[in-house]
């Protein structure tokens, strides 16, 4: 680790070195990381107090198509001052969005000299990747929330087994289909609807390049990547969430990441502080989708 070390400061500022982490971990670990572009976070440091992690421009304008209007009085005649054959013009203007931070993280360690048992910068290196690890959970929970609060579809089902779970899927696929959503059509699926996609014996493997997954295979149904993730990560009642591939924006910033000497042990504080949140363009949420229970009973697979 090569930290920002200023000359007669009792303080190490480790950004960098987390930023990297922070990149290297979500790629791996991150259980929604398809759902953004590139499969990646955007992740900036020396973050200070703003609000607003950056700003898009948009346009809710809609595209209208017309005729051609050869009409004898039509930009001709006694319509040559006033119409065109064009039809109405539209004026089109973008307006500026601030997108802000939604969420905030931290930690704070002590690494004593006298107790850490260990090479002490080796146990730093060490805090650091296991605190980006953490961080990496934490935003698991919050992309998973988000991907929730997108859906502007939810398909409700009293119960899922291997016998009515092809309806279902083929519900989606129909949704997906009719809002002429384009790209790889992505499945986040709890234990229970996996084990119900296993057991109907309908669904296919494929290579993919970019599923990490063992063998590098991915098990498709009714045209859609099916992984499954832990429950913990769905909302009450959800048991899949379907969207395109790589159609939002994840970011975190980093306040700071640091070591400090401490008073009242021999040793360095490690702390750290950043921001986070998610961006979806309003016409992208067309392609998220979501299943709920309409019952609390558990789903079976039998």
């Known amino acids: 680790m090569f930290a920002d070390e200023p ?18 971990v979500f790629g791996v670990q991150a259980q929604f990381n398809d759902f953004f572009v590139g499969g990646k976070i955007d992740v900036v ?20 198509i017309g005729t051609y209007n050869k009409g004898e009085n039509v930009a001709f005649g006694t319509g040559t001052e006033s119409t065109s054959r064009f039809g109405n013009r539209t004026e089109v203007i973008y307006k500026d969005t601030d997108v802000p931070y939604t969420a905030e993280w931290a930690f704070h ?8 048992n260990a090479d002490f910068e080796q146990a730093i290196a060490d805090r650091l990747d296991l605190q980006a690890q953490a961080v990496t959970e934490e935003l698991n929970g919050k992309h998973a929330a988000f991907i929730s609060k997108s859906a502007s579809k939810t398909i409700e089902v009293s119960s899922i087994t291997k016998d009515t779970v092809a309806a279902l899927f083929s519900e989606l696929s129909k949704y997906f289909t009719n809002v002429k959503a384009k790209g790889k059509r992505i499945a986040k699926v709890t234990p229970d609807v996996y084990n119900a ?3 109907s014996g309908l669904t296919t493997t494929s290579k993919g390049s970019t599923v990490n997954i063992d063998d590098n295979e991915a098990r498709k149904f009714k ?26 924006k ?3 910033g980093i306040n700071t990441t640091r070591t400090i000497e401490a008073q009242d042990f021999d040793g360095v504080a490690l702390q750290g502080h950043g921001k986070s949140g998610e961006y979806i363009p309003e016409v992208n949420k067309k392609a998220v989708a979501k299943v709920k ?8 697979s039998k």
């Open 293 to 300: 229970l309409t019952t609390t009973a558990t789903p079976s």
């Open 223 to 248: 045209g859609f990547v099916i992984t499954e993730v832990a429950e913990d990560y769905f909302g009450e009642n959800e048991v899949v969430y379907a969207y395109i591939e790589g159609i939002a």
């Open 197 to 199: 996609i296993v057991d």
């Open 45 to 64: 440091d020396g973050v200070r107090d703003s609000a607003t992690a950056f700003s898009v421009k948009t346009s809710d304008i809609p595209v209208t």
């Open 7 to 24: 000359q007669n400061s009792n303080i190490r500022v480790f950004s960098k070195e987390f930023k990297e982490l922070m990149l290297a």
């Open 250 to 252: 994840a970011f975190t």
């Open 109 to 116: 360690e002590g690494v004593d000299r006298s107790t850490v």
